[in-house]
């Protein structure tokens, strides 16, 4: 990662920081920022294939007496190769403000089973709960919707 990738992205990180503070202890943090993170990253993946997934997705709903695990498996080829997809149309940038608990959470609920696994073991709804209460969720939506964490802005490696 170049120093001016890492001191960007440190910046932003510590802006999101900045939002929850007051309202999350600071061992909190964590627990909002990296779900959020991954959430973006994989967004920012499956970019190039998206429109192809979310029309493979409405073939596949078409098929009702398949089981998921079969849904998946079509799906997955319209991903340019990749094992995990999203089915939704939205995106971060698309959550608006209104609605944007359940907009989000039905989101996530989109991505592919073992992705959704991820987002479960983080408690991610949870803290989009909280952050709801606090009226911080579409705040930091938002700031994660306007950052680039793609492969070509931030390399697999770096993401470590």
């Not at 970019?47 to 073939?59: C, M, P």
Request: glycine share 4%.
């Amino acid at each position: 990662m170049t120093n001016t990738n890492f001191s960007h992205t440190a910046a932003f990180i510590w802006s999101v920081a900045d939002l929850l503070r007051g309202d999350f202890k600071q061992s909190q943090y964590g627990r909002v920022i990296l779900p959020f993170t991954l959430l973006r990253r994989l967004e920012c993946v499956l970019a190039a294939s998206k429109d192809a997934v979310v029309a493979k997705a409405a073939e596949v709903k078409a098929m009702k007496t398949l089981p998921e695990e079969g849904q998946e498996k079509f799906i997955l080829r319209a991903t340019h190769n990749l094992s995990f997809f999203n089915t939704s149309p939205m995106d971060l940038g698309k959550m608006g403000q209104n609605d944007i608990k359940d907009n989000l959470e039905n989101y996530v609920q989109c991505f592919s089973k073992d992705a959704r696994e991820i987002f479960e073991h983080f408690k991610f709804n949870e803290f989009v709960g909280q952050l709801d209460d606090a009226k911080l969720l579409f705040k930091v939506v938002e700031k994660f919707a306007n950052t680039d964490l793609s492969p070509e802005a931030i390399s697999h490696h770096d993401m470590e």
